[in-house]
Each structure stands twice: as C-alpha cells, then as structure tokens.
Nanobody
Framework: QLALVESGGGLVQAGGSLRLSCAASGFSLDDYAIGWFRQAPGKEREGVSCITSGGTTNYADSVLGRFTISRDNAKNTVYLQMNSLKPEDTAVYYC?????????????????WGQGTQVTVSS
C-alpha cells in the first residue's frame, strides 16, 4: 500500500525551528516531485515548497529564505527545515507526491497525500 507519513510537527516559540519529515512506504520517491502544503483553520490548503526528483526546488514567497526543502532518496524521505518560524506559520502541514514530477505548488497536480502533522508557533 502506498503511503506518505509526516512527522516532526509540534509546538515552538516564534523564532524557533522545526524539521518535518515525509517518509514514503510502498513506493520509491526517486521519480516523484514531493511537495509540502499547509492548511490553517478556516483557510485553503496552500503550497509551501516542493522538490523535483532532480533536486530543483520551489518555495512560496511567504517562506522563502526561512524554509529549506531537501530529499534523501536512500532513506526514501523528504525534509522541510523551518527556521525563524512565525505565528502565521501555524497550520497542519501535509506532504504529497506528484508522479508527473513537474515541481509546482499546485495541489491538484499531486497524486498521493499524507495525513498531516500539526505545527503550532506561539507568539
């Protein structure tokens, strides 16, 4: 069974850091673009960052310079390092896989989704 599992969320003070992980099971991430999305209460799910199979990255303007996405194909895992966190970063964070490997932040292009991990940033 194909699955993506996020971990690493939690509660952190503003200015702090967290590293999220997205681990795949049942398939290899090698040929997929992997994206991170987030959804805050009452808001639409938005793209945060993505990385193609070749390592090309893309970031939303709101996180550029603060978040870094990376992948370790040997571990079948993608990471999102989040620094200088702000209260407005509070959301459920989801990772998703795109078999077309386009590397965009458009959620409808993603085939597989994890269950999400909560990130809460206190002021």
């Amino acid at each position: 069974q194909l699955a993506l599992v996020e971990s690493g969320g939690g509660l952190v003070q503003a200015g702090g850091s967290l590293r999220l992980s997205c681990a795949a099971s049942g398939f290899s991430l090698d040929d997929y673009a992997i994206g991170w999305f987030r959804q805050a209460p009452g808001k639409e799910r938005e793209g945060v960052s993505c990385i193609t199979s070749g390592g090309t990255t893309n970031y939303a303007d709101s996180v550029l310079g603060r978040f870094t996405i990376s992948r370790d194909n040997a571990k079948n895992t993608v990471y999102l390092q989040m620094n200088s966190l702000k209260p407005e970063d509070t959301a459920v964070y989801y990772c998703a896989g795109d078999s077309t490997d386009w590397g965009t932040l458009r959620r409808f292009e993603y085939d597989y989704w994890g269950q999400g991990t909560q990130v809460t940033v206190s002021s």
